[in-house]
């Protein structure tokens, strides 16, 4: 499959806001995060219904919600098109997008959580390379971490391979080994629900990344259980894990097990190094990751390191 | 395929319980269970694992709850095992079974909720029917129904076919017509952990039949949303829910959204009849389901009837 790369982020973007997913609950960080990005020099056009709300949890209807990622993602007057934030619902359209269009344009999309299901079946229908972290209504809209700024604004805009990952902390070594592959995954919980899907990225010589919130530890294992009977543990080359945020709680009175002790425990299902505490997650410090991107992952330094560029 | 019928429960029988998914939280509704069984005249033979505890959630190892299964469902001397909960875990022995051995002696089994997994495994590989309904930890601690226990007897004893459901309340319509197959499902969110995995019952001619408990909305609708993106919903002839116990809570501050708006919506994936109000699931009021036994699906009369015996 021929990978696509999308175009440099330009110093002065046009930047397309669109919500594939959930609303926001409150419309104050989406304008806070619209002025961040115009006070570095950006012009943000928000797509029609990014206020829409339906269903309770989604920013308007499945339809309204679809011509919204068409328009944007293949209009020549925009440069990027970054998600508003998460919640649920990106999946919902995956069966409405005319993928070939997509790939016309190579947009360059920046995601996270919900998004997962968009992009991994942008990368498995059109090998289109998206990133996986800071967002407008999210990171954008508190004052953003500088570490994480650095990263993310290097990471859309340098046609130079991103190398060795940048975090305050080390990473930690569940299973010793290195590896290389392309970097897929996401969200833990949204990745899982693309198994058995036309939207599950082939796992075969690639590198796993998850992260989760809010799930309780019974679930984080039933969920990498999901992912070992799929063949998918078996198949890639290395899995790495980020935030696991307000994750591996008790369920109802049962005792605590953290989410680490379920990790360590299903690292033999993969055939290669298993690395934990990614800056990559539902925090404030996170490091955007480019889906797609040929990877180097090891027991050793830095533990991920990025061998190609991830636009051009 | 061939379908493996469990022979009838005997009437002074002996039932053997084990615990494949989690342990009991509070002991006493276990021995109150056994009570309620020895009082009808059966012996009760309990696993040697079934007390054990691991890792918080679990009812010991995975290989001591494997051999515990193995053990007590290919004994000549055991008539019938009845799972005392369900909990989590049980899909973590999936790998560990000897199905061969199993279809050898194709044991009356009765399990409910996570025991989906094991229920559906069996399914799968040896067309083994089994029983989803009340449990002796759950049921059968407390004063059972009287009208779920008629049913759940019946069930297990009668070599003729259990005919049209009998519940204190109509079903419901959702989506009209009438349609036959092999009654599959359990648990939605034990269900869509199958999918993609070896042990993911066909779908094709059978009506599928879910429930939950305690699941947010968007979580229904998102597994809802990965069975019919996995070509299950599109497949199936027919589907019936029964009780989403505690379910369809909203997520954080979104507002309410009834899980019956979201299976409304669902309900056009599939190419046939979509019932709702099947008494099933997290309730004492509930009907023990023969898995595997050819039914009739409808719009009108009872809903729901099973056209041929569970045992013979």
């Not at 328009?71 to 098109?81: E, G, K, L, S, Y």
């Not at 369920?251 to 360590?264: F, K, M, N, Y």
């Not at 889906?291 to 533990?303: I, K, N, P, T, W």
Request: hydrophobic share 40%; charged share 20%; glycine share 10%.
């Amino acid at each position: 499959m021929a990978v696509l790369l999308p175009r440099p982020l330009p110093r002065k973007a046009t930047i397309g806001i669109i919500a594939p997913a959930s609303p926001q609950r409150d419309p104050e960080r989406l304008r806070r995060g619209i002025r961040y990005l115009e006070q570095l020099g950006h012009t943000v056009v928000l797509a029609p219904h990014v206020h829409d709300r339906f269903g309770g949890y989604l920013a308007g209807t499945d339809v309204d919600r679809a011509a919204d990622v068409m328009a944007m993602m293949t209009d020549p007057r925009i440069d990027a098109v970054f998600c508003s934030r998460g919640g649920y619902g990106s999946a919902r359209l995956l069966d409405r997008l005319d993928y070939r269009a997509l790939a016309r344009r190579r947009m360059l999309l920046v995601g996270f959580s919900d998004i997962t299901a968009l992009q991994m079946a942008l990368w498995r229908k059109i090998g289109l390379v998206t990133f996986s972290g800071a967002l407008p209504s999210v990171d954008m809209a508190d004052r953003i971490d500088p570490h994480t700024e650095e990263w993310f604004w290097r990471a859309l805009c340098s046609p130079r391979p991103l190398g060795p990952i940048r975090q305050p902390w080390p990473t930690t070594t569940v299973q010793r080994g290195t590896a290389e592959g392309r970097l897929i995954g996401g969200n833990l919980s949204v990745f899982v629900t693309l198994l058995g899907t036309p939207y599950q990225p082939p796992s075969k010589d690639r590198i796993l990344v998850l992260e989760d919130v809010g799930e309780e530890t019974y679930r984080v294992d039933r969920m990498l259980q999901h992912l070992r009977q799929a063949g998918v543990l078996g198949a890639v080359n290395g899995l790495i894990t980020g935030q696991w945020s307000q994750s591996g709680r008790p369920a109802g009175s049962t005792p605590h097990r953290p989410v680490e002790d379920v990790l360590a425990e299903i690292a033999p299902a993969v055939n290669g190094p298993v690395i934990s505490e990614l800056m990559y997650g539902h925090e404030p410090q996170k490091l955007t990751l480019p889906f797609g991107v040929q990877v180097r992952l090891s027991s050793r330094g830095a533990g991920l390191r990025f061998l190609e560029p991830a636009v051009r």
